[in-house]
């Protein structure tokens, strides 16, 4: 069974840094991408980065330049390093992965199936 466990989130004041990882386990197959989400309450879950098993990477535009995904094969661990936070970054930040129900990554909520149950970041203006 695939399961996801997100760390690192917390509280940051504008401008800061923070690094989110997220721990997968039950993967029998490294053909996957893997993502980050966020959600605030009220609004529909965001796709922030995402990152395939080449490395290839692909990001939302609110974050380009400022966030970097990465992952570590061996350790089955997903990144997110967060820098230059705004009050808009706040959030519940989701690890996510897909098994490959679409072939092309995307950062679009459908096409992943695995989840972890969240972290939660805040950042004070």
């Known amino acids: 069974q695939v399961q996801l466990a997100e760390s690192g989130g917390g509280s940051v004041q504008a401008g800061g840094s923070l690094r989110l990882s997220c721990t997968a386990s039950g993967f029998t197959d490294s053909s996957v991408f893997m993502a980050w989400f966020r959600q605030v309450p009220g609004k529909e879950r965001e796709g922030v980065a995402a990152i395939d098993r080449d490395g290839r990477t692909k990001y939302a535009d609110s974050v380009k330049g400022r966030f970097t995904i990465s992952k570590d094969n061996v350790k089955n661990g997903l990144y997110l390093q967060m820098n230059t936070l705004e009050p808009e970054d706040a959030a519940m930040y989701y690890c996510?992965?897909?098994?490959?129900?679409?072939?092309?990554?995307?950062?679009?909520?459908?096409?992943?199936?695995?989840w972890g149950q969240g972290t939660q970041v805040t950042v004070s203006s």
């Open positions: 996510a992965a897909s098994s490959g129900i679409v072939p092309i990554m995307t950062l679009l909520e459908p096409d992943f199936d695995y």
